[in-house]
């Protein structure tokens, strides 16, 4: 079953041409939001302002081979392996959720426009991969729903609680749960194109709220963490004391004069434990 093409059988009913054209618009709506968020935020402005600031307080050059290797590692780190996450668990959480996500998204799209069609037979990897992109984003977004969000983890929230903020990983967890469930009831009748609608509707909701929810914050990220490692390497710092704590020029700017002479590593302080005192 996880190696066949749910869309090859849904093109028995359904156009290849119409489910290619949903795909387009769907794209066309993920841009438009962004465009949308992008000038409602106005993050693009904050971020070129920024970046020139940081130029005039520059008190190094950094060269082309430089942005390149700052690049590599942004793109290692931040972008690949969600290396800014402290916590592990959050860490494994996004990581299954955004290669899940990429791993679905990229395989529908060569589903449903080289192989939506019954006589054409898609490699038996592809659905393969399908199906596993659509678990690990349903995986790694009910961790996250479920154990991992701060107002269910530290504020002691109930996991049912929906704010406007949650639109992202509720669209998110119905549009893989709905996907799967699809999948596997496909050609069962009522229940199978019950699921099916499900999907697109969550599908839609997905990539059609971009402007409403944190969609468009995965394409603003990268950018922002590129800009932070440029600011260290040219000493601008985004405006921030470049001398570490364990610095003695450092250690005697403490306000507490008792605490001066202090050692700087005191214990685990507030992540001695998890915040879960509510």
């Known amino acids: ?80 392996t969600a290396g800014e996450f402290a916590n592990s668990q959050r860490r494994m959480s996004h990581l299954l959720t955004m290669w899940g996500f990429i791993i679905f998204v ?71 749960t709905f996907a799967l469930l699809w999948s596997f009831t496909q050609g069962a009748g009522t229940i199978g194109w019950l699921f099916f609608a499900l999907f697109i509707a969550s599908t839609t909701a997905l990539f059609g709220t971009v402007y409403w929810s944190k969609f468009a914050h995965m394409f603003f990220k990268p950018a922002a963490a590129y800009q932070k490692r440029i600011t260290k390497a040219d000493g601008s710092a985004e405006n921030l004391p470049t001398i570490s704590r364990d610095e003695p020029e450092q250690q005697q700017r403490h306000s507490m004069e008792l605490l001066r002479d202090a050692p700087m590593d005191m214990g685990l302080g507030i992540k001695r434990e998890a915040p879960n005192h509510y």
């Open 1 to 80: 079953m996880i190696t066949s093409n749910p869309f090859a059988e849904l093109a028995a009913v359904i156009p290849p041409a119409v489910m290619q054209g949903y795909v387009v618009l769907m794209v066309l709506l993920v841009a438009a939001g962004t465009i949308l968020d992008l000038m409602h935020k106005k993050s693009a402005t904050y971020f070129f302002e920024n970046s020139k600031r940081a130029q005039k307080s520059a008190t190094r050059s950094v060269g082309s081979g430089q942005k390149v290797a700052l690049a590599v590692k942004t793109l290692g780190n931040e972008v690949l």
């Open 106 to 176: 990229v395989t529908t799209a060569i589903l449903i426009f080289g192989y939506a069609s019954p006589t054409v037979a898609a490699p038996a990897a592809l659905p393969l991969l399908w199906h596993l992109g659509a678990a690990m984003l349903a995986a790694g977004g009910y961790w996250f729903w479920f154990a991992i969000r701060v107002d269910l983890s530290s504020e002691g929230q109930p996991w049912y609680r929906v704010v406007r903020a949650d639109l992202f990983i509720l669209s998110l967890l119905a549009t893989s």
